[in-house]
């Protein structure tokens, strides 16, 4: 070693170097601005984020050079800050909690996703979007700046993900089924947005369904292989994400869904191409089935996280004709939106199923209003 601020020998074999530490940290601390602007309200912890720490990316005894570069190149990211630090320990103390509600995952969300964030980097990063997320919404007063702290953990993770989408193998594909779960919830945790409705738009086609359908194509590809993968069957289980709650008393949907059938029946004996309707609506009812005690209108523990199955299983032909805004895939969405009410304890899901509801109403031709007359009473919606 020459001592060299980095040595000839690390930059020979493209390695941090320990002598580099002092210039590394000033450099990044220069080029890290946003922190002056911080308000008054900033805590002493996050005022000490322009002090920045070195990832030890030194390889281990006994490592090959190539095994080093590969890991280098699926983690070329920024350096974390003590304000990272302090998204990891919200995560890790609130978020997490919230997230395993009561269903048990607490080892998954505290453990095994950060195990996992230890090799592929890009998974750390939208850990750390998320509880940025969450920390925009419980401190109103420095929104913008945690907004920007989404967007700068999104712009570092999103081109690792789309890399490692190009090799999908051993090493990353839980790391790669986890992202797609965590973009799902950044997603849905910064709010409803306007003209934005979980399966369709405005414009037709959803921001957040194009990151479900690659949750969904993921899960696919990888449970089809999980076994030369070595990936546990609880990896990649919707459970993870899908959370049950406390009881909700729901009662009068049976009548209304089977008038609807009936209805829909009535037009495919007129047009058969009508018939994934029915397809469709008979799922969503069977979930119904399952959630609900059809005698005390309480939910059913043991199906408590199979409401975006149903998404899951949704024809290409039916989320079209949904994008599309027919009028019968809006009134079978509905009911899909009254479903979500039950996730609203979760600040992920909050406002969500009248938002949904809302964007329906105000594409649905009036004629066809009175088939979701049972979601609005539901939801207690109030018609603009």
């Known amino acids: 070693c020459d001592e060299h601020k980095p040595c000839g ?50 390889p281990r005894e006994g490592a090959q050079i190539d095994d080093v570069a590969l890991l280098n190149h699926r983690n070329d990211s920024p350096r974390l800050s003590v304000l990272d630090y302090e998204l990891l320990h919200h995560f890790l103390t609130s978020q997490c909690l919230q997230l395993t509600g009561n269903g048990g995952n607490e080892q998954f ?53 789309r890399r490692n989408l190009t090799n999908i193998d051993a090493d990353n594909a839980r790391a790669l089924y986890v ?16 003209g934005e409705y979980i399966a369709f738009s405005d414009e037709g086609h959803s921001e957040w369904f194009t990151l479900f359908v690659g949750v969904r194509s993921l ?15 609880n990896a990649l289980s919707t459970s993870h994400f899908i959370l049950p709650t406390a009881p909700r008393p729901v009662m009068g949907w049976k009548v209304p869904m089977e008038e609807l059938r009936d209805f829909i029946v009535t037009m495919t004996h007129e047009e058969t191409a009508f018939q994934f309707y029915v397809t469709e ?44 805004k027919k009028p019968i895939a809006l009134v079978i969405f509905a009911y ?13 899901f ?20 009175k088939w979701i007359v049972w979601p609005v009473e539901e939801l207690k919606f109030q018609p603009p």
């Not at 909050?350 to 209003?369: A, C, M, N, Q």
């Open 9 to 58: 020998a690390c930059i020979k074999r493209e390695l941090d170097c320990s002598l580099n530490l002092d210039y590394a940290a000033a450099e990044t601390t220069e080029a890290t601005p946003e922190f002056e602007s911080l308000d008054k309200h900033t805590s002493s912890l996050e005022r000490t984020s322009r002090t920045t720490f070195t990832e030890d990316l030194s």
């Open 109 to 161: 969300w505290a453990i095994e996703v950060h195990q996992i964030g230890l090799s592929n980097h890009f998974v750390l990063h939208l850990l750390l979007a998320l509880s940025a997320t969450h920390l925009s919404r419980q401190r109103p007063q420095m929104r913008d700046h945690f907004v920007k702290t989404v967007d700068h953990h999104l712009d570092v993770a999103l081109p690792l993900v």
């Open 179 to 194: 992202s797609s779960i965590l973009l799902c919830l950044c997603s849905l945790g910064q709010g409803p947005k306007a």
């Open 219 to 233: 899960n696919i590809s990888i449970g089809a292989g999980s076994d030369s993968l070595s990936i546990p069957d």
């Open 281 to 324: 609506l008979d799922l969503l009812r069977a979930i119904y089935e399952a959630r609900y005690d059809d005698s005390k209108g309480e939910l059913s523990p043991e199906y408590m996280r199979i409401i975006f199955v149903w998404l899951f299983r949704c024809s290409e032909t039916y989320i079209s004709s949904l994008q599309d």
């Open 336 to 348: 899909f939106a009254t479903l979500l009410k039950e996730f609203e304890w979760l600040w992920i």
């Open 350 to 369: 909050d406002g969500w199923s009248t938002h949904v509801l809302g964007g329906i109403w105000r594409f649905l031709p009036e004629k066809y209003r």
